[in-house]
């Protein structure tokens, strides 16, 4: 808009131009900004194209266009924003520094609104948008984020709905929160079980507790007299939790992290999977109990799926990278 000129007629008063836009009083800025404004998707996409291939030729080509077409849409898109764009280098049309700015800042909403597409593409033909997953959390998460980042590459228009705690039960999962997939210890009346992993747990204090100061093996009353860390959890409905005698002393805690922790501090002694303390038995930090028995226990891992038809493309496919058509492992 241009700026009304001081009326020498009045000195107090403004003229505006013939040739210029009036505004009511209640006209807003984003309307008066809007008019002059009003860019498309299709315009970014225009530039977008013709800076990755390098040239309006081969832009008009890749998008069917016509190249005057490709030239008036830049040129007109230019004249909205009131920056100029490109800037001839030699026989090659480059982006002026503006130019860079404004793309780079546009990309990602061009991405967005792809996204988008591929969304409603993918809901119109009746496939998956989300997928739901429940995983135990002794699953080693180097596993689980390498699969996950395998399946997005494949299918990037499908969102993996994440849910982590222990003892989960996949028959509550499935009922309960919708799962797909599940990753459990716990035994399933599902029809589609995979054995995929079996996860050494160890028994371990730090290495100045008591318990380390008695010269032979241990026995069942040495240990009932101090605090053993136990992993528990409702999450699936019913309170389950890690196997211990009725008379022992305990800590409950919600997560492998709180009974690393407990232990760290010299509180408690308790079994944690080997896999995820071998830096802190390698320093010394923790030692492993002399017990005559029982020193490991091993927690066996199922993936339990709750439909495997061949329609659903993208659950079979992130079963396949959890490991369901692979010999089960051990760490």
């Given at each position: 808009m241009r700026r009304p000129l001081p009326d020498k007629r009045n000195g107090t008063r403004w003229r505006v131009p013939k040739n210029s836009r009036n505004f009511s009083a209640s006209t807003s800025i984003y309307s008066m900004y809007s008019c002059d404004m009003d860019t498309t998707l299709d315009s970014w996409e225009i530039l977008q194209t013709v800076v990755q291939l390098g040239g309006f030729a081969p832009a008009a080509e890749k998008l069917n266009r016509s190249q005057s077409t490709i030239s008036y849409a830049i040129g007109r898109l230019q004249g909205q924003l009131g920056v100029q764009l490109f800037e001839i280098q030699g026989r090659k049309a480059q982006l002026t520094e503006a130019g860079r700015v404004l793309l780079a800042e546009a990309?990602?909403?061009?991405?967005?609104?792809?996204?988008?597409?591929?969304?409603?593409?993918?809901?119109?033909?009746?496939?998956?948008?989300?997928?739901?997953?429940?995983?135990?959390?002794?699953?080693?998460?180097?596993?689980?984020?390498?699969?996950?980042?395998?399946?997005?590459?494949?299918?990037?228009?499908?969102?993996?709905?994440?849910?982590?705690?222990?003892?989960?039960?996949?028959?509550?999962?499935?009922?309960?929160?919708?799962?797909?997939?599940?990753?459990?210890g716990l035994m399933s009346r599902e029809m589609f079980v995979k054995p995929i992993l079996t996860v050494g747990m160890i028994a371990v204090v730090r290495n100045d507790h008591p318990l380390l100061s008695i010269r032979r093996r241990l026995s069942r009353s040495d240990l009932m007299q101090h605090m053993l860390v136990t992993i528990e959890s409702g999450a699936s409905g019913n309170l389950k939790?890690?196997?211990r005698h009725p008379a022992q002393r305990v800590?409950?805690?919600?997560?492998?992290?709180?009974?690393?922790?407990?232990?760290?501090?010299?509180?408690?002694?308790?079994?944690?999977?080997?896999?995820?303390?071998?830096?802190?038995?390698?320093?010394g930090v923790f030692v492993q109990l002399p017990l005559p028995a029982g020193q490991t226990r091993d927690v066996r891992l199922n993936l339990v799926c709750r439909d495997l038809s061949t329609s659903n493309t993208e659950v079979n496919a992130l079963a396949e990278l959890l490991g369901m058509n692979r010999?089960?492992?051990?760490?």
């Open positions: 990309e990602p909403h061009l991405a967005g609104f792809h996204q988008l597409e591929q969304r409603a593409r993918l809901m119109a033909s009746g496939g998956a948008t989300e997928i739901r997953l429940s995983v135990d959390s002794i699953f080693p998460e180097d596993r689980l984020f390498a699969a996950l980042a395998s399946f997005s590459r494949v299918f990037p228009h499908v969102k993996p709905k994440l849910r982590q705690g222990t003892f989960f039960s996949a028959d509550s999962e499935f009922s309960l929160y919708d799962a797909q997939l599940c990753i459990t939790q890690q196997p800590l409950p805690v919600a997560a492998i992290e709180s009974a690393i922790a407990a232990v760290r501090s010299g509180l408690c002694f308790g079994w944690l999977p080997k896999y995820r303390i071998q830096s802190e038995i390698d320093s010999e089960p492992e051990a760490i």
